[in-house]
């Protein structure tokens, strides 16, 4: 079996499986619970950087996922390529991704339909060192139980091109969507809190006209929005701060927002 090594252990979050969680645990023993009977969401848009800046925004999300750990048994997860040049999305080659805390399975057969698209190719170079994927897995390994991953490094694409990716692979409540981005990036405090309510305000209309300056994550998260647009999703804002809140200090902050997509009530049976 191939396996992507971890790229970020020890640096995003703690190398020592124990460690890890713990500490992932703990964010998400901190962060507020969903009321008693909610439905857990279809869709999740979560931050990225080291878990001492973003983790109990990121857990936000992840609490949400806590009554459907039995029925979710695929993620698509998406994320912005920081390293490599990118034109589409790359899907890696391997057959699974490592954590400390063990393995998760590639879902080859989502992974062989999502390479029928064009704007689809293989590229284990743009997955190789990328972060914006890796920092979800422990979340998902934590509150999730038997689940395969669908991962995609997303470089240059439309929002077009995305929202197909996701259409061919949205299923049913087997499969969750996860979206990583980080919000505005060095602004100093006040600053950003006014952009990322900006960008927050626009995640909630459902209106994928973000750009860089607003989300590294702006082209999945367009996408995304695109198709939540058509499926008529319900997007709520889970938690929206910046490193000034947690561990940086305020002259040079990066925002961090968590929100969740809620299929229509007469879908849900």
């Not at 029925?71 to 490599?84: C, E, M, Q, S």
């Not at 929002?159 to 061919?168: K, M, N």
């Not at 809620?262 to 049976?269: I, K, Q, S, Y």
Request: charged content about 15%; aromatic content about 6%; hydrophobic content about 45%.
């Amino acid at each position: 079996m191939s396996v992507r090594a971890a790229a970020v252990a020890g640096m995003f979050y703690p190398e020592a499986p124990t460690l890890l969680a713990t500490q992932v645990r703990a964010y998400l023993d901190r962060a507020s619970r969903p009321a008693t009977g909610a439905v857990p969401p279809k869709g999740l848009i979560v931050p990225h950087a080291g878990y001492i800046y973003s983790g109990g925004i990121a857990a936000a999300a992840y609490t949400r996922l806590a009554s459907a750990a039995a029925a979710i048994r695929r993620v698509v997860l998406l994320g912005p390529a920081h390293r490599v040049p990118l034109q589409g999305l790359a899907v890696p080659s391997v057959d699974a991704l490592a954590t400390p805390l063990g393995n998760v399975l590639v879902d080859r057969d989502a992974v062989a339909s999502a390479l029928t698209l064009a704007q689809v190719c293989e590229s284990d170079a743009a997955h190789e060192l990328e972060h914006s994927l890796e920092v979800q897995l422990p979340f998902l390994q934590t509150v999730l139980r038997d689940f395969r991953v669908v991962p995609f490094a997303v470089g240059a694409a439309t929002p077009a091109q995305v929202a197909e990716v996701l259409e061919l692979l949205w299923g049913g409540p087997e499969t969750l969507i996860v979206i990583s981005s980080d919000l505005s990036h060095y602004h100093r405090y006040a600053e950003a809190r006014e952009i990322d309510a900006t960008t927050s305000s626009k995640v909630l209309a459902l209106s994928p006209t973000l750009v860089s300056e607003q989300a590294c994550g702006s082209v999945p998260i367009n996408g995304f929005l695109t198709v939540a647009r058509r499926q008529a999703l319900r997007p709520e804002l889970l938690d929206l701060r910046n490193s000034g809140d947690t561990a940086g200090d305020r002259s040079r902050v990066v925002g961090y927002g968590s929100f969740a997509f809620n299929e229509p009530a007469h879908e849900r049976g």
